[in-house]
């Protein structure tokens, strides 16, 4: 009973690498969803797909790419990490866009760029 | 756009104790739905309670109830019989029941602390 998995748990990276975190889901959900989580801000939307084949850009886009590879797989890319990317990165998944079921998340990913 | 503020950064309660957490939101939409997070130390994010904007019965699950309060826009998390394991940093979101993907809006989170 998996749920959502992240990998990897933990990263450090240096400015100007690049790297992919990655997430699956085995619940079959429609939605899926990248959030950050900075001290003091709560958790922000960073992309989001609604639904296979679809991707939209949420609160803090800027210096991120998705990709939905398929139903299960979505996955974040950082293409060139800046120290302000330093933060904890949480997928989580949903039944579907518009109702009162709950959004299911990974463990998180703490990602350091120095 | 909508937002959620949570004015409490800390709280604290002694164990067996009873406390409330304070959580507003700004909405132009009437129906919608409202959750309480709960993130312990080992970091999962952990659904507490959630609250329909159409439904006026609060909803309550064991120790935990809300007071939704929609004119308000006011939406707090009680928690009754307060045990160590409740420890944790508490959130509340906010998803439209229209068509915006099914996003959550976060507040910026209330730290609980139990005494024992």
């Known amino acids: 009973n998996a749920g959502v998995t992240q990998t990897p748990k933990f990263q450090v990276l240096k400015t100007g690498q690049s790297m992919t975190l990655q997430c699956a889901q085995d619940?079959?959900?429609?939605?899926m969803y990248w959030y950050r989580q900075d001290p003091g801000m709560g958790l922000r939307l960073i992309y989001y797909?609604?639904?296979?084949?679809?991707?939209d850009k949420g609160e803090v886009p800027n210096g991120y790419n998705v990709s939905r590879l398929n139903k299960r797989e979505f996955s974040l890319r950082l293409e060139s990490a800046a120290p302000s990317q330093t933060s904890v990165y949480f997928c989580?998944?949903?039944?579907?866009?518009?109702?009162?079921?709950?959004?299911?998340f990974g463990d998180g990913t703490r990602l350091s760029i120095l | 756009a909508q937002t959620v503020t949570q004015s409490q950064p800390e709280m604290s309660v002694q164990e067996a104790e009873t406390v409330t957490l304070s959580c507003t939101y700004d909405?132009?939409?009437?129906?919608?739905?409202l959750f309480w997070y709960k993130q312990p130390p080992s970091r999962q994010m952990i659904l507490v309670i959630r609250q329909e904007a159409y439904k006026q019965q609060n909803a309550t699950e064991n120790r935990f109830s809300v007071n939704f309060q929609k004119a308000a826009k006011s939406f707090s998390l009680k928690i009754s019989d307060s045990q160590l394991g409740d420890a944790a940093m508490y959130f509340c979101?906010?998803?439209?029941?229209?068509?915006?993907?099914?996003?959550?809006?976060f507040g910026q989170g209330t730290e609980l602390s139990v005494k024992p």
């Open positions: 909405t132009s939409e009437s129906d919608y739905y």
């Open positions: 989580a998944s949903s039944e579907s866009r518009a109702s009162n079921q709950p959004q299911h």
């Open positions: 979101a906010y998803r439209s029941a229209y068509n915006q993907g099914g996003k959550l809006i």
């Open positions: 797909s609604a639904s296979e084949g679809t991707t």
């Open positions: 619940m079959n959900h429609n939605s």
